[in-house]
């Protein structure tokens, strides 16, 4: 879970805090916490707070109060998805409802070794995690009900971005030239990304759609150790769903993951034995694609909340994207 930030009053007696009030309605022993930390809060009314003592055995309890349809999503890859599959996974002590669009979900807390894709066992580990959890195969049912991570999904995010740009550079005449010279040339480079999508479409169709994490970065990774093996840890599946694996396959851009493709291909080659690494590689490169291309769409929602501040921040966020997106479609070579 992310670092702690001190943005909240708790009051006196922790018993009365809104998310071990809601605990409470899931325990019949109700445990005051010895200490709570907010691990975040957001203008949009969601909230994370570790609940220390209050889990079994007084383990710490992680509290999410986050929108309905994104709870069911997480309850479904914990409950349904990740005992099918032979991977370390935390326990999800269920959920609270607290109105018709808000839920409190808990959660074990995720400990272990903070992941680094600069240590090569790291990357190994995800590799092969990652390859099993594409091999594993999803219900039905399930798949139905998780959203779609298609790469139509992207190509939406894409044109927003894109539609999103371009209202700004017609509509704000108090955006400063250098940034609106940058803004002009990232719309041209998602243009030409547009143009290359029924190719992106042909190089990641060689995988079938599986489990996306979609947020597969360091924050939501650690490494837990046994005294014969290591595994890996993977949490936070609040942006999950049914699609291209791509995404996580995404090499180091921004705080990804970078799974080790050679650990990985190793692991789907049972089943795939025509994806070579090089293909694989093509996939990632793709995936790394479609990963800006999610952090740009999240950068044009901050320039459109209104006022400069919220514009300058966007503006800032998309001038670090540039660089990476023009160094991948050159790796692609489409640009």
Same mark, same amino acid.
């Given at each position: @879970?992310?670092?702690?930030?001190a ?9 009365e ?13 109700h ?5 709570? %930390? ?8 969601s =909230?994370?707070?570790r609940?220390?003592?209050?889990g079994?055995?007084?383990r710490?309890?992680?509290? &999410?109060?986050?929108?309905?349809a994104?709870? %069911?999503?997480?309850r479904m890859v914990?409950e349904?998805f ?8 935390? $326990? ?12 409190w979900? *808990?959660?074990?807390d995720?400990v ?15 590799g092969?995690?990652l390859?099993?959890i ?8 399930? &798949? ?9 999904y992207?190509l939406?995010l894409?044109?927003?971005?894109? /539609?999103?740009?371009?209202? !700004? ?8 030239? /250098? ?7 990232? %719309?041209a ?12 479409? &042909? !190089?990641c169709?060689v995988m ?7 947020? *597969? ?5 650690? !490494? ?6 290591f ?9 999950a769903?049914?699609? =291209?694996?791509?995404p996580?396959?995404?090499?180091f *851009?921004l ?13 789907v080659?049972?089943?795939y034995p ?5 293909? +694989?590689?093509?996939? /990632? ?10 952090? @740009? *769409? #999240?950068?044009?929602? #901050? @320039?459109?909340a209104?006022?400069?501040? =919220?514009l300058?921040?966007?503006?800032? /966020?998309m001038? +670090?994207?540039?660089?990476?997106l +023009?160094?991948?479609?050159r790796?692609? $070579?489409?640009?």
């Amino acid at each position: @879970m992310s670092k702690s930030v001190a943005t909240e009053v708790l009051p006196d007696r922790l018993v009365e805090h809104r998310a071990v009030r809601a605990w409470s309605q899931l325990q019949a022993d109700h445990l005051e916490p010895t200490r709570i %930390e907010i691990l975040k809060l957001t203008k949009r009314k969601s =909230a994370v707070y570790r609940l220390h003592g209050v889990g079994p055995d007084r383990r710490a309890v992680i509290a &999410k109060r986050c929108r309905v349809a994104t709870a %069911e999503v997480e309850r479904m890859v914990y409950e349904e998805f990740l005992p099918r599959v032979s991977v370390p996974a935390l $326990r999800c002590y269920g959920s609270v409802k607290e109105s018709e669009d808000f839920c409190w979900l *808990f959660l074990e807390d995720a400990v272990g070794e903070v992941y680094s894709p600069q240590i090569p066992q790291h990357r190994a580990l995800a590799g092969r995690w990652l390859g099993t959890i594409h091999l594993a195969l999803a219900p039905a049912e399930l &798949k139905a009900r998780l959203p779609d991570r298609g790469l139509g999904y992207y190509l939406k995010l894409l044109r927003h971005c894109r /539609a999103t740009v371009r209202g !700004i550079l017609a509509e704000h005449v108090a955006v400063p030239d /250098a940034d609106a010279r940058m803004l002009r040339a990232l %719309e041209a480079h998602c243009e030409v990304l547009e143009s290359r999508w029924s190719e992106m479409e &042909k !190089i990641c169709e060689v995988m079938p759609p599986t489990l996306v994490h979609d947020d *597969f970065v360091v924050k939501n990774v650690r !490494i837990q150790s046994s005294p014969s093996d290591f595994g890996l840890l993977v949490f936070d599946w609040e942006y999950a769903g049914w699609g =291209a694996p791509g995404p996580d396959l995404a090499q180091f *851009f921004l705080h990804v993951v970078s799974p080790d493709l050679s650990a990985y291909c190793s692991v789907v080659n049972s089943d795939y034995p025509h994806l070579d690494e090089p293909t +694989i590689q093509r996939v /990632a490169g793709c995936g790394t694609l479609l990963r800006l291309v999610d952090s @740009m *769409f #999240w950068a044009t929602k #901050w @320039m459109g909340a209104g006022g400069y501040g =919220a514009l300058a921040k966007g503006v800032h /966020a998309m001038r +670090i994207y540039e660089p990476t997106l +023009i160094e991948q479609l050159r790796a692609m $070579r489409w640009s």
